[in-house]
């Protein structure tokens, strides 16, 4: 027994020493290069300029800098990316084992291995922390909107699109649990899109989508401010059957929100519709993925699609939303560039790139 627990010590000791490490192989000198070369300037100039700007402007609606509700939805998002980064690198370490494997004694070399593909998360979750900060402020507008905003635009929408929604509901893709389970997968995505553009040391585009990410949030609540509409499910509620889905359970949680019964945590949209950021920032994702992973752009256009039409098989949004949010996008998109070409911002990857295999 002793020698059994002994061996166990052994080997948590190599792990925590394998651990450190490998944290240590980047300096904190090649971090700050990360950084620099994923705009975290240029952004930090982007979230505290917006940011001071709707505090202005929403006065005392804003939430509180340290409000615990707020920091807690940011270390979630950051343990979302560390979760993706080290699935990616598991399965770069898989891909990657027969070129370290001893001819002699047919074992792995575990530690060489796990250094060759570790990818050093400092420089994301600093990066992942300041684009979701950027987020969380720009919910202030959400609560600006829940005050102020008492007439809503769906009639407009809803005499185009009711034939689309009567067609569709009760039809045999009517499968809520389906489409809920599309619907809620945008941050897995996203994050999955931003490790992989992180692993491949894109920086400039990481630089690019990061900045886009936080201008599409400004933009839309903006947007939904001077025209305001609720979805398809807070207009035409009759419609849609959503009981034991997420999607039911959020959308009557987000009836509370507007009524003032649950305070603002940084991430309660409110009944936004139009545009419609899912869709939005999904092609957007799509886009920089498909970039570098060709492959991909296929199976993307796929999912677009899916989760364009959950969002209208849930009630979330209008099939207009879609292309609203896909302009925003844009927008944003050629925004973050053209703020970057002003700075003189280097479209220089890194020196050091990393492969990935897929």
């Not at 705009?39 to 006065?59: C, E, Q, R």
């Not at 911002?345 to 790139?353: A, I, L, N």
Request: net charge positive; aromatic share 14%; proline share 3%.
């Amino acid at each position: 027994m002793k020698n059994i627990d002994k061996t166990h010590k052994e080997r948590r000791r190599k792990f925590l020493s394998l651990v450190l490490t490998t944290l240590g192989r980047e300096s904190l000198w090649q971090s700050w290069y990360d950084l620099k070369r994923a705009g975290l300037i240029p952004m930090l100039i982007v979230v505290v300029t917006l940011s001071v700007a709707v505090n202005f402007y929403v006065g005392n609606l804003s939430l509180d800098l340290f409000n615990l509700a707020r920091w807690q939805g940011i270390g979630i998002v950051v343990c979302l990316f560390l979760l993706v980064s080290f699935l990616l690198d598991l399965f770069a370490s898989f891909a990657e084992l027969k070129n370290f494997k001893d001819h002699e004694s047919g074992h792995i070399k575990i530690s060489a291995l796990w250094k060759h593909v570790f990818t050093n998360p400092l420089s994301g979750i600093i990066l992942i922390s300041v684009m979701t900060f950027g987020i969380t402020s720009a919910q202030d507008l959400s609560e600006y909107y829940r005050v102020h905003v008492t007439i809503w635009h769906d009639a407009d929408l809803w005499a185009l699109e009711a034939s689309i929604f009567h067609l569709l509901k009760g039809s045999l893709i009517d499968v809520p649990k389906f489409w809920d389970s599309i619907y809620f997968a945008y941050w897995p995505y996203l994050m999955l899109v931003y490790c992989t553009l992180y692993r491949l040391r894109r920086l400039h585009d990481i630089a690019v989508i990061t900045i886009a990410i936080v201008l599409c949030y400004f933009m839309t609540r903006w947007f939904a401010i001077q025209y305001p509409t609720a979805g398809p499910v807070f207009y035409k509620p009759e419609l849609f059957h959503l009981s034991g889905t997420v999607s039911g359970a959020v959308q009557k949680w987000l009836v509370l929100y507007m009524q003032g019964g649950v305070p603002q945590n940084g991430f309660i949209p409110g009944t936004m519709g139009m545009p419609s950021l899912h869709i939005g920032i999904t092609v957007m994702a799509a886009c920089f993925l498909a970039r570098h992973v060709r492959w991909t752009l296929w199976l993307s256009v796929l999912w677009i699609c899916l989760t364009w039409l959950s969002t209208a098989m849930l009630g979330w949004h209008y099939m207009l939303d879609g292309l609203g949010g896909i302009m925003v996008a844009i927008v944003a998109v050629l925004t973050a560039r053209g703020m970057l070409i002003i700075m003189r911002f280097p479209k220089v990857s890194t020196r050091y790139p990393k492969q990935i295999t897929f």
